[in-house]
């Protein structure tokens, strides 16, 4: 009775899982890479955005990325590359792509945070280390009382694990830092209605949140912004009358600075 | 619009009885009602008749194809319920029901088929038919039945619907529903293991008869381009057993899981196309050959194993766009190697499978982690541990060492007090090793002899005034125990301050 009910059991099984696939994001995954194998690229592109409702990976937003290069989109793809880079930091097909599509775009570097030795490792790192440091610090003096070590001996591992500490404690500042920085980050993208035939165009930063705006600067598809903080809470934002969304963003080197609405740019960190 | 006349006739005898055919007049219209038979029967045979009528007044029929069937193959049959049409019923209350587990069939909703006026043993009925697929799950020689309700209305005055005059007036009066379970008498059907001889080493469970068809959507692609590949099986036979063929990725192309798609009824999955739809990726340039694929089958007819052979397809690819890495410019050129200037990687390929899924782009920050909090109480355990084990220790040996001091200095002022010389010096020469054993903890100074003690004071550099005055308190100690020497001249009162002094200098 058992074996009969573990033969039906899988045989229901076998039958059920395509009915439990159709719908998953996996499902819509592979759909868009057959829409792309049979160079539906529109459609493909509309898969992958429908999954980034539920989850993303590094490879969904590395395709992504390639798609919106087919279409000539360099803001787009720069933007899922570097999304893509956030999952997976060494795939050097990424990095190679990314260069390549920056290169393209004529834009030198697309991630201005990305040039010192605290972003080789993550904030997750270094508060990891700290802690780390920070018992075994306690315990080997703890250790040292314990064995009845002269004073000197305790003193001195207690100035060089404090002094650790605060070197320690140093690095993990400046990376939560960066980590703030790269929130705040966002990339440049033109309006998806100007089309392929428009990638030379660029994005106006206006003096006030107003289409009326005159611009202060503009920058390329593709460049990278920050939105400045606001004084009070999260970022300098702005409703416009028809619920138009403005940011407030000033390129890395400070030199250019306006107001953007929300759908020019897209954040780094965030679906 | 229909009308019903009703004609209620009472039997006086028994015997074969024709009501004679006759004529109503309908809006000045003549019609001729056909004449009608009744057998009236006697009362045991009336009994007999009732039961037989209500075995033949509804009932269920399954009919086989074969007389026997092998081992997870799909047959496809149809369920037929037969209605007469005297019984007074109101509606089908569900999908007929499978009983027994050795066979799985798909599931039954609204009938597909529904005749009328169907003549069977000499009764008129209306069949509703479902189409039914089973799927033998064991072998052996296996039962299995199928029951469904109807909702039939009867007189009120009866507790049955199935006593004497259950038929007589159905379609008057006000009766009530009851529910009337029609059930298919068991069948048993032999169910063969399938042949072990001659089957196919990639043989993975297909029963039927099956065509195979395999196509590329391109032939020309660039590296890194998506390719898809069709596999499709066509025919009739256990579609939803058939696994999808393997096909694994290799240093030529890298291959994503196909996609399983079927053209036919999906309920039952019997006949129709079944298509595997794989995606390739290819990852280098050249003329490259997609691996055949073949498909093993058995014919429950013919009752012997078929293998369709695939064919091998060409596709051509063509390099894509590359990225030539530049070269560091920290580095000084002589010291590259001429010959691995520079790497190349091929760009924008499509990745056929999504990898790992994040919830989030936002890295999840290690403090909302569980165990980064669990696992600090091993170190904070053992922190604690170390430092009350410590302070318990050194408060012992400190315990110790003053109770001690404490002690010899009692018996320096004692042996002063009684002018005892050999006594007072033994406790200064103690107090004196007590005192400098906190210099170095690695020695054991309490087994030091004078000279001993003298030396390792000397190692100590301690003011030279003070070993003098160390010295010459030991010597004289020693010069009183050991060569006897007067004690008269001694004054203990200026000892007693030396030792003092000497004792606050070392400390």
Known sequence: MRI???????????????????????????????????????????????????????????????????????????????????????????????????????????????????????????????????????????????????????????????????????????????????????????????????????????????????????????????????????????????????????????????????????????? | MRVELNFQVQPQRTGNFTV??????????????????????DPSQQEKQAQLDLRQAAFLELPFPRSYFFEGETIMTSLTLFIWDRLPVNRIENAPTKIGESFSSNNLGKWTEEKRNVSRNGKIYSTFTWPVALTAAMAGTKEISFTVNLRVRVNSRKNSPFSSPFFNDPFFGFGREESLTVELPTKSIEIKPLP???????????????????????????????????????????????????????????????????EGNEEIKFEGRQNFEFILTPQKAGNLKITPLNFSYFDPIQEKYSTIIGNEIDLFVKPGEKWIEPPNQNESQDSMPSTIAMSTNDLFQTASDPGIWHSSLQPKSIESNYWFWTFQILPLTGTLAFGFLGWKRRNKFNEDFRIKKANLSRKLNESADHRDPTGFFRAFKDLTRMQISKKDKSRNTFAFSSDELITFIKEQKFDKSLIIEIEEMLRLGDGLEFAESSSQELDFKDLRRKVSEILKKLS
Request: charged content about 20%; hydrophobic content about 40%.
């Open chain 1, 4 to 271: 009969l009910h573990f033969s039906l059991t899988c045989f229901w099984g076998i039958i059920s899982v395509p009915v439990i696939w159709a719908s998953s994001k996996e499902q819509l995954f592979y759909d868009a890479v057959r829409f792309e194998a049979t160079g539906n690229i529109d459609q493909a592109i509309g898969n992958y955005e429908k999954i980034l409702d539920q989850a993303s990976s590094a490879n969904l937003h590395g395709n992504l990325a390639n798609l919106y290069y087919k279409k000539s989109d360099y803001g787009r793809s720069i933007l899922h590359y570097r999304k893509a880079l956030l999952l997976d930091g060494n795939n050097r097909e990424f990095l190679s792509n990314l260069s390549f599509v920056c290169r393209t775009a004529n834009l030198e570097n697309t991630d201005p945070l990305k040039n010192n030795f605290i972003d080789g490792f993550s904030n997750n790192f270094w508060k990891g280390f700290l802690v780390l440091f920070l018992w075994f610090g306690l315990l080997l003096i703890s250790f040292l009382f314990f064995l009845r070590t002269t004073n000197r001996s305790i003193i001195f591992a207690c100035l060089a694990w404090a002094g650790g500490l605060t070197l320690l404690a140093l690095l993990v500042f400046d990376s939560s830092r960066h980590q703030n920085l790269t929130e705040s980050q966002v990339i440049a993208l033109l309006d998806k209605k100007q089309g392929d035939d428009n990638a030379s165009a660029t994005i106006p930063l206006r003096r006030f949140a107003a289409s009326s705006s005159t611009a202060n600067a503009s920058v390329r598809a593709g460049e990278s912004l920050f939105v400045d903080q606001s004084q009070l809470e999260g970022y300098q934002s702005h409703q416009g009358p028809n619920s138009q969304n403005w940011l407030l963003v000033r390129t890395a080197d400070n030199l250019k600075k306006g107001w953007v609405r929300q759908d020019e740019v897209g954040w780094i960190l965030k679906n």
């Open chain 2, 20 to 41: 004679p055919a006759w004529k109503v007049m309908i809006e000045g219209k003549s019609y001729q009602v056909p004449p009608a038979t009744l057998q009236v029967l």
């Open chain 2, 196 to 262: 072990s001889t001659n089957r196919p080493s990639d043989y993975s469970g297909a029963i039927g008869s099956f065509r195979a068809q395999y196509s590329v959507d391109a032939n020309q692609v660039e590296v890194g381009d998506p390719v898809r590949l069709n596999f499709s099986i066509e025919g009739k036979g256990n579609f939803a057993a058939i696994p999808a063929p393997i096909l694994e990725s290799n240093e030529e192309f890298k291959i994503g899981p196909p996609a399983f798609l079927f």
